[in-house]
């Protein structure tokens, strides 16, 4: 089953964020994100909507630090270097706002080859692709893992 | 939903590691493993006999490497310090078999505070419960997740 | 004793990394690198030549793959989360050139609130300082660390 | 340069762990701990009373948790799985009291191949050697690097 990523931060985002994970899970995607709060929230609980299955990869040491829309929470215990297994868990990754822990995921994804795709107004960094709305990132994102 | 994480090594215990996988996903735990052969293929592939659901906790930077029995696969990209986030994530742990990775997980897991329990014959480790059969070793674990 | 850690790729930078190596080592700073080639080794051979001590914090499970110049080497075993471990152990941090596991790096390093120096031409990214010369990049980097 | 990684804990191992440090330095081993306390200081004060080299891979995301005793601060921020590091940075091990955090690293140096001495009473594990002397300890450690 396909896994996309959606990576970000920014309560002004949840809603698109919320859009992404209801359409992917509609599309089959199951969703991954870092398990925590804002975006990350907002696309498990998109997905969860839609019938959707969603994993959590949380930066600490307890299950109870996830959102309540994960279905899978892993545990990793290594901070912010779980960064890097959030977008490599990704067949794809989908970018929804976002501070410097984006930017340091989506070089991550880039390093490793994912596709990345950027929700505008987002990071600008050469090798992602850009989307205007929450439907054309899906595309885009499941464009790329077929 | 209960996670248990599986841990071990050796062909010699596979059948053990399927028998538990199986006895887990009838009563609802998610198997979570290191995603990769022997015991954590074996465990998977227990629990998908029996209709459950499996994470596969990959070292390497590629889905590719899981058992064809993974549902979820988590791609770490950290090696051997995956074995930190497989313990992490079960609410309990199970050994069975194992060599010098299994010891580690099993020092990892007490370390957080995770009940382990070892299925005889295995690693004995003060702060262990140990479990003679499958079915003990699975009453052990689902018990101490209560 | 002050730590700086240089990241960057690219063997065309290598000079400006050598300089900036030279020029940390002769004011009394620790030089820290991802202890492999191009821009790390550079930097590395360059606090060499000035009397420094360095330190390589390495991706792969070996001491050998660190490049000649490196003092004293940490084997992480963690790939490219090792990348965190690099910028985290920085008073500061320089960027010279590089791809997208730079990139990566000054995501983390902004996310930790090291500060960032990246010499021209290099990654724009807000919330770093941006240097044209080696001789600058050093001396805005110590001054963060002040 | 020899490095040579001290795993360890509990206050009553200090008196050992300083008397290995001081023998390791006077040896010219760099000695490399997990940067803390109890056997981890006790072993990196020794090493600097003998004028020696310590470095220490602190799990946390600042340099402010180090001992008194460090040289060059390794930060990185990944809790427990910096253990991995602590042992694979070692040509050898030399394990010093400790509890499960302490077993792990064992099984983790094991896995790696690095050998590993337990000072006594410490942890009995298949395929590590045993000293009764912390001049025994050293002595092994040095022998299984050459």
Redesign the interface.
């Known amino acids: 089953?396909v896994?996309v990523s959606v990576i970000g931060s920014g309560s002004e985002h949840e809603q698109n964020a919320e859009e992404i994970g209801r359409l992917l899970a509609g599309r089959g995607a199951?969703v991954v994100t870092g398990g925590l709060g804002e975006v990350m929230a907002a696309a498990a609980r998109g997905a969860k909507q839609a019938g959707g299955?969603t994993?959590g990869?949380l930066p600490g040491?307890s299950?109870s630090e996830a959102n309540e829309w994960i279905?899978?929470?892993?545990?990793?215990?290594?901070?912010?270097?779980r960064?890097?297994?959030v977008v490599?868990?990704g067949?794809a990754v989908i970018a929804v706002g976002g501070?410097?822990?984006?930017?340091?995921?989506?070089?991550?994804a880039?390093?490793?080859g994912r596709p990345v795709v950027v929700l505008e107004p987002g990071w600008q960094?050469d090798?992602t692709q850009h989307a205007t709305t929450p439907a054309q990132a899906v595309e885009l994102a499941l464009d790329a893992c077929a």
């Not at 279905?71 to 270097?81: E, F, P």
């Open positions: 089953m896994q199951t299955t994993i990869i040491e299950r279905d899978h929470a892993v545990v990793t215990g290594i901070g912010h270097a960064n890097l297994a490599a868990s067949d501070r410097y822990g984006t930017l340091a995921e989506i070089g991550l880039l390093t490793l960094v090798g």
